[in-house]
């Protein structure tokens, strides 16, 4: 692998962040498009690399704040047999150039005149509902990437929990926190188009890939509408940002929890000593 041919592999990887030598679930390997090479020959450069070529790419991604990983077929289920999968993800101990933007989520999400905060607001909401009908209601945990195939949800789902979301913050009235009150200015269908385009946005990303459901569908006149199903490089996102973005949310918590323990111990002991003295 040349320096032009690892230039190619990158472009393709950042892309799509992901390749498989032979994929699995039926889906077709992406063919090559003008000025960019195809699934089947990146994963056939990155095989054929030598060592040092690795390592070189390996560099390469590293000054990026990205690291390759390569994936096994007994490693994560729906990986085809004698296949390979590769997965581009953000490497947690690196910090990413200014190169890499967040314009294309706001200007997604964007319906009218909204601050970037107020985007960031729309985007964490939708990313955290999301990944209650992903994990929270299958019982799994963020580490539990082998079940990422069972993880689906219609967008409907996402616009029904946005909407009951909703409906909580505007029961606290003047307690909402201030930082979400600018989502209950939604009006029509604000929720449903962000919802939409946050989706796309996690297609576009590769973390999650259209199903239909067709066992639903079987017995009605309607359509159920679009199922998504999250991928594996989505799983293994999900379960990084888990150990490193949200680790100190966890240590939040647990130091709550002591704090909480030894008020209650020191309010026992308050007890203990009011009644020994009685």
Request: proline residues 3%; glycine residues 8%.
């Amino acid at each position: 692998m040349n320096m032009t041919e690892m230039g190619e592999v990158v472009a393709y990887l950042l892309r799509y962040r992901s390749a498989e030598r032979t994929p699995g679930g039926g889906r077709k390997r992406r063919a090559a498009r003008e000025g960019q090479l195809s699934e089947r020959d990146v994963c056939a450069l990155i095989d054929d690399a030598s060592e040092a070529e690795r390592e070189a790419l390996r560099d390469f991604l590293a000054g990026q704040g990205l690291r390759l990983k390569a994936f096994e077929s007994g490693d994560y289920p729906g990986i085809a047999p004698g296949s390979r999968y590769y997965a581009l993800l953000p490497d947690p101990e690196l910090e990413q150039p200014p190169l890499y933007t967040r314009e294309p989520v706001f200007e997604a999400l964007k319906l009218r005149q909204e601050s970037r905060a107020e985007l960031a607001q729309w985007y964490l909401q939708l990313w955290l509902l999301m990944h209650t009908l992903l994990y929270t209601r299958y019982n799994r945990a963020l580490s539990d990437v082998s079940r990422y195939q069972e993880a689906t949800f219609a967008g409907a789902e996402l616009v029904e929990l946005m909407r009951d979301q909703l409906e909580t913050l505007r029961s606290l009235g003047e307690e909402a926190p201030e930082s979400s009150r600018v989502l209950l200015e939604e009006r029509g269908e604000d929720i449903s188009r962000r919802v939409r385009a946050f989706i796309d946005l996690q297609v576009r990303a590769g973390l999650l890939e259209g199903l239909r459901d067709a066992e639903a569908s079987a017995g009605t006149e309607e359509s159920v509408g679009e199922v998504w199903q999250q991928t594996l490089l989505g799983a293994l996102e999900s379960e990084q940002i888990g150990i490193h973005q949200l680790g100190h949310l966890q240590a939040l918590a647990q130091g709550r929890a002591q704090g909480r323990y030894r008020d209650e111990a020191y309010e026992a002991a308050i007890d203990e000593h009011e009644e020994t003295q009685a």
